[in-house]
C-alpha cells in the first residue's frame, strides 16, 4: 500500500510540476484529467461497495463518503470536458462548485461515524494544534496570494476567494492534525480520509491562487493533486474502519507529532522577510500575535497533559504493584510479598518471628458446601489476621488455606506465642473452621524466609500431632528454648 501511495503522490508532483512548467498545455492537461478520472471511479467502486457490506452507522459513515467521491467524480470529469474543449469561461465554475461539495459531503464522515467520544483533554489539545497549524499557514497565503489579490484584482471577488482559502487552510489544518496521531493497529479508513482532507484543501488553494494570478481558471490545472486525493480516498476503501475506539485517537509521538508544526516553520521566515520588505501590515500582525500566543496554549497543554500522564502512569504502576504482591481474594499480602521484604532481613539484628497458619476443616467445608463459602471462610480469616497483627507488621495467604505471619521486628518469644494464640481462639470462635499454627522464631534475623517457613511447618506438624487447634514452636537456630510449646491443652 505504501509502495502505491508513494508511486502516485510521486506521479502527481511530477505532472503538476510539469504542468505549472509548460505552461498547462492542453495535451498535458488531458492526460492528467484523464487518470484523475480513472482513480475517482475506482474509489467510488470501492466506497460503495464498502457502504453496501457495512451497516448502522458505519454504513451511513460509508454512504457519505461514497457519494462525496462520485459528486469530486462528477467535478473531475467536467473538468476533463473544459480541458479538451480549452473553455476559459469565467469562474466559478461548474466542476469546482460540485467538487467542492463532494469533499463537504466527504468531510461528515468522521461526524456521524463509529466510535466514542474523545476526552475532553485530547480534544482541546487537537483543537488548540488545529488552530495554531491554520493561522500559521494563513501567514504565507495573505503574503502571496490573498494580499496581492485585494491589491491587483478587487475587492469582492478576492473576498470571496479569501473566504475558500480559509476553509481549505482549516480543512488542511485538521488533515495535520488527525495524520499526527499513531494507531497502534495500523492505518484506518479516517486516517486516509484525513490525508485526502489535507490534499483537497491544498488542491482548493492552488486553484484559488491560479485563479487570482489569470494563469488559470480550469480545475483541470490542478488534475495532479486532485488524483493523488482521490487515490487516498481508493486506499480508505481497502482499510478498516474502527468501531471500538474513537476514529482519531492514537497517540501524537514520534516524527508524526510535528505535522501540525511544519506550518509554523513557514510562517516564521514568511513574517520576517515581510518585515525587511515593507510588506508587514496589520493583518500580518494580528496573525503572528495570535500564532504566538497558540504556540504558548499547545506547550502549556502538552506539559499539563504529560504532567497527567505521568501521574496516570504512576497510578497504575501503583495498582500493579499492589495485585502483583496481594492477594486478590483476600487483601492479605502474598508469597513473593514475603520474599521481596524477606531480603532485608538481618540488616538491623532484630529478632524474627513466622507464625505459619493452617485451616482445619476447610476441605471438607469446599467439599460440602462449595467453593463461595470456602471463599468466605477465607476472607474470615484475613479479616481475625488483620485485627490480632499489630501494624507494622504482616499478615499473608500464601495460597489455599495456608497463611503466615511475619513479625519484624518481634516481640519476645511469649508474646509471639500470644499473638498465635489469639488467632487461633478467634478463628475457633467463628465456628465454621479450626487453626493450628506454627511459630518460627530467629532472635538475631540472619534466617532466610525459606529456612523460617521449614521451621515454622515442622512446629505446625508437631502441633497436628497434637490434635487440632493447636500452636506450636521447634526449637530455633540462635536460642535453646524448650523443644515444643503448646498454647491450647496440656504439655
Known amino acids: ?36 478520472v ?24 460509508w454512504t457519505l463518503v461514497a457519494v462525496g467521491t462520485l459528486l469530486w467524480l462528477v467535478g473531475t470529469v467536467l473538468s476533463l470536458v473544459t480541458a479538451i ?21 466527504a468531510m461528515f464522515c468522521p461526524i456521524v461515524g463509529p466510535g466514542p467520544a474523545l476526552r475532553r483533554r485530547e480534544r482541546l489539545r487537537m483543537v488548540a494544534e488545529g488552530a495554531m497549524a491554520a493561522t500559521a499557514m494563513f501567514v504565507p497565503a495573505w503574503t502571496y496570494l490573498l494580499a496581492p489579490g485585494y491589491r491587483d484584482v478587487g475587492g469582492l471577488f478576492t473576498t470571496l476567494i479569501a473566504v475558500a482559502v480559509c476553509v481549505q487552510i482549516c480543512t488542511t489544518a485538521v488533515s495535520l492534525v488527525l495524520l499526527s496521531r499513531r494507531r497502534a493497529d495500523g492505518p484506518t479508513a479516517f486516517t486516509m480520509l484525513a490525508a485526502a482532507f489535507g490534499v483537497f484543501g491544498i488542491t482548493t488553494v492552488v486553484y484559488c491562487g491560479f485563479v487570482l494570478r489569470g494563469a488559470s481558471n480550469q480545475m483541470a490545472s490542478v488534475s ?41 516553520l513557514g ?53 500493579l504493584q499492589y495485585q502483583a504482591t496481594h492477594d486478590h481474594l483476600t487483601g492479605l499480602t502474598n508469597r513473593k510479598y514475603l520474599y521481596e521484604r524477606a531480603t532485608g532481613w ?6 524474627i518471628a513466622l507464625l505459619l497458619l493452617d485451616l482445619d476443616g476447610f476441605k471438607q467445608i469446599n467439599d460440602r458446601f462449595g467453593h463461595a463459602v470456602g471463599d468466605e471462610v477465607l476472607v474470615e480469616v484475613a479479616a481475625v489476621l488483620t485485627a490480632v497483627v499489630p501494624a507494622g507488621h504482616t499478615a499473608s495467604r500464601l495460597g489455599g488455606d495456608e497463611f503466615a505471619v511475619v513479625l519484624e521486628p518481634a516481640p519476645p518469644l511469649a508474646e509471639a506465642a500470644a499473638v498465635g494464640e489469639r488467632i487461633v481462639a478467634l478463628i475457633s470462635a467463628a465456628g465454621r473452621v479450626g487453626a493450628s499454627v506454627g511459630l ?13 517457613l521449614s521451621d515454622a511447618d515442622a512446629a505446625l506438624y508437631r502441633g497436628h500431632r497434637q490434635g487440632p487447634r493447636r500452636h506450636a514452636c521447634p526449637l530455633t537456630r540462635s536460642a535453646p528454648i524448650s523443644d515444643r510449646y503448646i498454647c491450647h491443652g496440656q504439655e
Open 440 to 452: 518460627a522464631y530467629e532472635p538475631a534475623g540472619r534466617a532466610t524466609l525459606g529456612s523460617m
Open 224 to 264: 495532479a493533486l486532485m488524483t493523488v486525493g482521490t487515490y487516498l480516498l481508493l486506499r480508505m476503501g481497502r482499510c478498516p474502519m474502527p468501531t471500538d475506539v474513537p476514529p482519531w485517537s492514537g497517540a501524537a509521538t514520534g516524527i508524526r507529532a510535528g505535522l501540525p508544526y511544519l506550518p509554523v
Open 85 to 105: 474543449r480549452g473553455d476559459q469561461s469565467p469562474p466559478p465554475r461548474p466542476e469546482a462548485i460540485i467538487g467542492g461539495l463532494g469533499a463537504t459531503l
Open 1 to 36: 500500500m505504501r509502495a502505491g501511495l508513494v508511486a502516485v503522490a510521486g506521479f502527481g508532483v511530477a505532472s503538476q510540476v510539469v504542468l505549472v512548467s509548460a505552461g498547462f498545455p492542453r495535451p498535458l492537461l488531458v492526460i492528467a484529467g484523464v487518470v484523475a
Open 38 to 61: 480513472a482513480v475517482a471511479a475506482g474509489a467510488v467502486w470501492v466506497l460503495a461497495r464498502r457502504a453496501a457490506g457495512a451497516t448502522g452507522r458505519e454504513r451511513l459513515a
Open 267 to 319: 510562517a516564521f521566515p514568511v513574517a520576517v522577510t515581510s518585515w525587511f520588505t515593507g510588506a508587514f501590515d496589520g493583518v500580518l500582525f494580528t496573525a503572528m500575535a495570535v500564532l504566538f500566543l497558540l504556540v504558548l496554549l499547545r506547550q502549556f497543554l502538552a506539559l499539563y497533559g504529560n504532567s497527567l500522564l505521568l501521574a496516570e502512569v504512576g497510578a497504575a504502576r501503583a495498582e
Open 346 to 351: 538481618g540488616r538491623a539484628g532484630a529478632p
